[in-house]
């Protein structure tokens, strides 16, 4: 790793197409002949569907046909899989029929589609189209739900429970029974809405000479849509191609295999032409998952001292109407597994349920689980500080791991990998000049000024992961990557990798692997993903593991592309192979530098095989997969300092300073990119992003109207530092960053606020910390 | 019923007869092909559509084709120049002021009408500027960095 491409700013290869409108996203894409499909969808979040009348739609000039669940259902199309389903807890998976059939769940709900030529006539004859409804009792609240006397969601689901799993380690009761303190909390995590700017297409093209279908779908992992296709829609994997182009961003919600993606193929099938869904925004609030929505029930031990011994945690997880492909793996696999956070929590025990709601289904929404856990454990540390009249800074300090470089065994039964969380902290500290902040805070209060000061010293599990894990826990898939390096006869090179990046710079950053591996500039290299007609094999970009995972693949190619390279150096120079030896992208004879052969040499006598090693076979091509033997667990200090203006509620938030490990840091700009996105994200749900249902089930916030997505002038400069703590996990000793940042930071700018206002005995408001919430809590404390 | 339309786009004179309520990003993404210019939402939140009408930012999902006739629009597939980016353009690759891309053909056409108004606007005026446009990506902080870099270079 001589060269200097590694662990530069290389400017993004993504970034010329982006700039000029020449990137193609699905709803791009145009065929000769095809039709637009759309969405009859339910405006009740639990009726039973009496009747519906397609005639008048049917009629309309331009319309193709229009379709029901019975007719998807008659022409082989099952319902939508879950594709995780955690072991041990009970699960229960009730249909999910593409289109409903007798029963819509929430609203939104598909009730029928319309398939016309053009796409005003087609949302015209969905208008058209008329439902009867019988209107039934609804539960939007998760805990609510599972109480006696609720409606039932599904027939075989009694008290509305889709699984109950628990997570324990230690010995909790005792610890708790052992405690000088015990502080409890009701936290609500509130259910958000991921918004990726593009929302949700699918564009399908199904030939019944050969029975094929090709699918162009906004998704994270195209290989796993496809595997789902392959069993929902009776179409075989191999007489399917999934194409995921250019993305405008998942964030989590591009994950799922979505009703959609089969409608499409479904219409295209019946009506014998291309056919494309392009999801408005109002559809995508209501057909598109979202994340978070946990009620939980929290308790913390400690020592006198600020030692913390236990947690202690019911969990109510609102899994809306029906199971989402990846739903349960995330409020338990990737939330209760972390509840040790960057402590030495010796007992832990969580209960979580996930519950049946008449709601949209949740899924992983960036962070997924982890955002959930880390606000827990980090709330509920500043309230033992809080207590004990502790620093939250001394607390964290007394409980962390101790540095360690080779793993770390956690209560909950998973073993961290590598971290330096004090290391973290010492660093933020520095860049708030913390004493100094204390200071001026202290000065401010006597003049009725209201400063806060929050941390969030976190740790996470990402790079998702190793496939007997998966195995393990439920997961129906594998977790490991897949990479193909090819060298063209010019010496230039293609890179074909399984994991689908949206926005996260891959392109670039797997390029400049190459680059600094194999001597390659970094715009000899171009490397292509989303197209299971084209790439590799690979399970998908979420969870933070394109980078940690999908480069060990890259590296192992690598490996293969270099030890051959030098097969053929060796016989181009008449040498040995061991007296060969490989240094920026020369072979060279051992002592005799001069006498070399680029990669570049070789990439062209590899293609033509003129003068070559006798038995080797022709060309410069190596394929690898990677299964990595841990997950990765980055971690860091984030610390938020506030104003609150108790008389009008308004949070403003002065500085934000983010510490953040990933390991060995590919490039410093995209990484400090993935930090601030995140970061603004997870602010969002401290500050003014929340779902909001009435108890009919209608969705409040149904467009950007209404859910605040956060704008550019809420924010000052971010001010970020690394440290590096390598892992051991892959090659390259990197770890996932694109979630720390929304994992961290809704925690750092509660405990901010909630420091602000201290003074006034408030300690306690459901986010997010809307002026009116905050002013309401600060009325009630001055009562 | 159609109606006439006549408009530059990106210097070139276009003629067409449209259904009176096309939107006018449907008319440049379906009519012309023009498929640079984003949608992002259905209610004037994003910005993802924004395009240069006269020279003025403005969200052509809350346009109809027809009233734009006679107007000329600058998409941003207009923006470069003989293969050479604009300096915004450059600017935003430059800082890392885009992830997925989807928001930055409005981010960057809005950028250009804010340094328009004001060539030299400072950290709040950016992003007082940006407000209509609604990115997830980056969290605006290169965003900012990128009008910043480009006033200086224009």
């Known amino acids: 790793m001589a060269s200097k491409v590694f662990g530069s700013s290389v400017k993004r290869k993504e970034d010329p197409r982006l700039l000029t409108g020449q990137a193609k996203f699905t709803d791009d894409f145009t065929l000769p002949h095809m039709a637009h499909l759309a969405v009859v969808r339910s405006p009740y979040a639990h009726a039973r569907i ?34 995780w389903v955690v072991p041990g807890s009970n699960a229960k998976t009730p249909p999910y029929p593409p289109i409903a059939l007798d029963v819509v769940r929430y609203v939104g709900n598909a009730v029928a589609i319309v398939v016309a030529t053009d796409r005003y006539v087609a949302r015209d004859a969905a208008e058209a189209v008329e439902v009867d409804y019988e209107p039934m009792p609804v539960v939007v609240d998760a805990k609510k739900a599972t109480e006696k006397g609720k409606p039932q969601l599904h027939a075989d689901v009694p008290s509305n429970l889709a699984f109950t799993w628990t997570v324990a380690g230690g010995d909790v009761d005792a610890a ?3 405690a000088d303190v015990v502080v409890s909390e009701r936290i609500v995590n509130q259910r958000l809405i991921p918004n990726a700017m593009e929302a949700r297409a699918a564009l ?13 779908v906004t998704s994270q992992n195209p290989h796993i849509v496809r595997f789902l296709l392959s069993l929902d829609t009776g179409i075989p994997e191999q007489k399917i ?3 995921a182009p ?7 919600s591009k994950i799922p295999h979505y009703p959609e993606d089969t409608m499409a193929i479904f219409a295209s099938k019946q009506c014998g032409c291309p056919v494309k869904w392009t999801e408005t925004r109002s559809e995508n609030y209501r057909g598109t998952i979202h994340g978070r929505d946990h009620i939980q029930d929290v308790e913390m031990a400690a020592k006198k001292d600020g030692t913390i011994t236990g947690i202690r945690a019911t969990v109510w997880a609102n899994m809306g109407a029906y199971l989402s492909t990846a739903s349960t793996g995330i409020p338990t696999i990737l939330h209760g597994l972390m509840l040790s956070g960057a402590y030495d929590i010796k007992n832990i025990k969580e209960v979580v349920h996930g519950v049946f709601t008449n709601t949209t289904p949740t899924d992983a929404y960036r962070g997924a689980g982890r955002p959930e856990a880390t606000f827990m454990v980090e709330r509920l540390v500043d309230l033992v500080a809080a207590k004990l009249k502790m620093d939250p800074v001394e607390i964290r300090k007394k409980n962390f791991i101790p540095p360690f470089t080779d793993g770390h065994a956690v209560a909950t039964g998973i073993t961290y990998d590598s971290g330096n969380y004090v290391g973290a902290l010492d660093k933020a500290l520095q860049m708030l000049d913390y004493k100094a902040l204390r200071a001026k805070q202290a000065e401010l209060r006597k003049k009725g000024e209201h400063i806060g000061v929050g941390f969030s010293t ?10 007997a894990v998966a195995g393990a826990v439920g997961f129906g898939g594998g977790l490991w990557e897949s990479a193909i390096v090819r060298f063209h006869p010019s010496g230039k090179v293609n890179v074909f990798v399984g994991i689908q990046p949206h926005g996260q710079g891959e392109e670039t950053t797997f390029a400049q692997i190459v680059s600094s591996e194999l001597g390659v500039p970094v715009e000899d290299v171009e490397v292509f993903h989303g197209d299971t007609g084209q790439t590799p094999m690979g399970w998908g970009s979420y969870g933070s593991r394109s980078t940690p995972v999908g480069s060990g693949a890259l590296m192992g190619a690598i490996v293969k592309i270099r030890d051959k390279a030098k097969i053929v150096a060796a016989h181009l120079l008449e040498a040995s192979v061991d007296d060969v030896e490989y240094a920026d992208g020369k072979f060279a004879i051992k002592g005799a530098p001069s006498k070399a052969k680029t990669i570049q040499d070789i990439a062209l006598m590899a293609n033509v095989a003129w003068n070559y090693p006798k038995g080797l076979e022709p060309g410069l091509e190596a394929s690898a997969f990677f299964d990595p033997s841990n997950f990765v667990y980055p971690f860091g200090a984030h610390a938020a300092v506030v104003r609150v203006d108790v008389e009008t509620g308004e949070v403003r938030l002065e500085r934000y300073v983010a510490v953040d490990d990933c390991g060995r840091v590919i490039n410093p700009m995209i990484v400090e990119g993935q930090i601030h996105g995140g970061v603004v994200q997870g602010i969002g749900q401290a500050l003014w992003e929340g779902a909001a249902y009435d108890d009919s089930g209608q969705l409040l916030t149904g467009s950007m109207m209404d859910y605040a997505v956060p704008k550019a002038d809420a924010f000052p400069l971010f001010e970020l530092a690394m440290t590096e703590t390598p892992t051991k996990v892959n090659p390259l000793g990197v770890k996932g960053i694109g979630e720390t940042g929304t994992i961290a930071s809704t925690a750092a700018v509660y405990n901010a606020v909630m420091d602000a206002l201290a003074p006034l005995g408030v300690t306690q408001i459901d986010m997010p910390l809307t002026p009116e919430r905050v002013w309401r809590a600060v009325r009630d404390a001055r009562r | 019923m159609r109606f006439p339309v006549s408009l530059t786009v990106n210097g070139a004179r276009r003629r067409h007869e449209v259904e009176p309520r096309l939107l006018l990003v449907h008319y440049l993404r379906e009519t012309l092909g023009l498929t640079g210019t984003n949608i992002g939402c259905d209610t004037s939140q994003c910005g993802a559509c924004t395009v240069l009408l006269d020279g003025k930012a403005v969200k052509s999902c809350t346009m109809l084709a027809v009233q734009a006739d006679g107007a000329s629009i600058t998409t941003i597939e207009g923006l470069a120049k003989n293969g050479r980016l604009h300096p915004v353009q450059e600017a935003f690759r430059e800082k890392h002021g885009l992830q997925c891309g989807f928001c930055t053909p409005g981010m960057v056409l809005t950028a250009c009408h804010l340094l328009e108004k004001n060539p030299k606007p400072s950290d709040a005026d950016i992003r007082h500027g940006l407000e209509g446009n609604l990115c997830r990506c980056t969290g605006y902080q290169n965003i900012v960095a990128a009008v910043r870099e480009a006033a200086a270079r224009m």
């Open chain 1, 246 to 252: 250019d993305m405008g961003g998942g964030f989590g």
């Open chain 1, 50 to 83: 009496k009747a519906i009348r397609t005639k008048k739609a049917a009629a309309m000039d331009g319309v193709l046909g229009v379709f029901t669940g019975k007719d998807m259902k008659d022409a082989g199309f099952g319902p939508i899989p879950c594709a």
């Open chain 1, 204 to 216: 399908a093209d199904y030939r019944s000479a050969t029975g094929e279908v090709t699918l162009w």
């Open chain 1, 458 to 467: 976190y740790a996470e599990i990402c790079g998702l992961g190793p496939s």
């Open chain 1, 176 to 178: 708790f029974r052992a």
């Open chain 1, 241 to 243: 191609r999934v194409i």
